[in-house]
Nanobody, 118 residues
Framework: QVQLLESGGGLAQPGGSLTLSCAAS????????MGWYRQGPGIERELVAA???????KYADSVKGRFIVTGDNFKNTVTLRMNSLKPEDTDIYYC????????????WGQGTQVTVPS
């Protein structure tokens, strides 16, 4: 199974920015979607932003216009630039890898904490 290693979480002030990075341990060939989910206490993981191997991004409504997801098929990486952060963005963020938009992710990272104090 492909291992996903995340980095870049931490503390940011409201209105600030953070960048999350995720690197796969091997080629992600055969997986067509790579991106980020987040999960709060007692809540299911939800898609934040992801990008297809063809470069098409998808965003949760709550982050549209604020977050930017980019992928690099050659480096097997995905990056999430988080701008204009809000306290409600506080969560654990997970990198994920899926075969398609219609299938649940097959691989998950260990999660990285993002905290935006109110």
């Amino acid at each position: 199974q492909v291992q996903l290693l995340e980095s870049g979480g931490g503390l940011a002030q409201p209105g600030g920015s953070l960048t999350l990075s995720c690197a796969a341990s091997e080629s992600v060939y055969g997986f067509n979607v790579m991106g980020w989910y987040r999960q709060g206490p007692g809540i299911e993981r939800e898609l934040v932003a992801a990008i297809s191997s063809g470069g098409k991004p998808k965003y949760a409504d709550s982050v549209k216009g604020r977050f930017i997801v980019t992928g690099d098929n050659f480096k097997n990486t995905v990056t999430l630039r988080m701008n204009s952060l809000k306290p409600e963005d506080t969560d654990i963020y997970y990198c994920a890898l899926a075969t398609s938009w219609d299938t649940p992710p097959e691989s998950w990272g260990q999660g990285t904490q993002v905290t935006v104090p109110s």
